[in-house]
């Protein structure tokens, strides 16, 4: 009796191991790769921010950045559990309103110094207004650069133009019908062959 116990415990704890084993490896295949970022570009009118957030919540809550444009100070404050994320926020003249974390940061014109300092810093996509001043930054440092839109109009990401399909500089275009979310994933990998050394 004691002896069929003794193999009874003996099969659940080896039981137990393997679920650990399995629960260990699930956790790590189940998360996303840490070289593959997930931008959510917000296509927002200016009219109902948190409803917005609210209808698209599993693309923002997914995403590693949040890019929009048309936020206003007041709106800020619907953001605050945001904060976890990396955030870069224009106002409605696409002047910068809001940032926070390294991996995506705000360009305003062609600024070598200020970019050098930025790819020091780990950052990894830049944002800004101009879609010149994107494809040249792209093709000059080891970033992608968004070019956020206004609904309905076009919404770009450039990129290094050996990482785009057509050897153009451009890895994304889209125009938004809607209010509306879209997610994109970067592999960030892969700009480590574009760092100046």
Known sequence: MIRLLELIMNFFDSLMNAFRKVKKLSKRFGKKSSQILTLAIIHYDGRGLQSVLKEFSLEVNTADVLIARNITQSELKFLKKLLKKN????????ALIFKHGNIANFVSNFDVQKLRTLEKHGTKVIVTVDKKVAWMISQMFPFYCVVPGEPFQETVITAPIP???????FYFS???YRNQVTIIDLNTEILKDFKVH
Request: charged letters at 30%; glycine letters at 12%.
């Open 163 to 169: 990482l785009t399909r057509n050897s153009d500089g």
């Open 174 to 176: 889209k125009v938004a």
């Open 87 to 94: 955030v870069v926020f224009l106002d409605k003249n696409g």
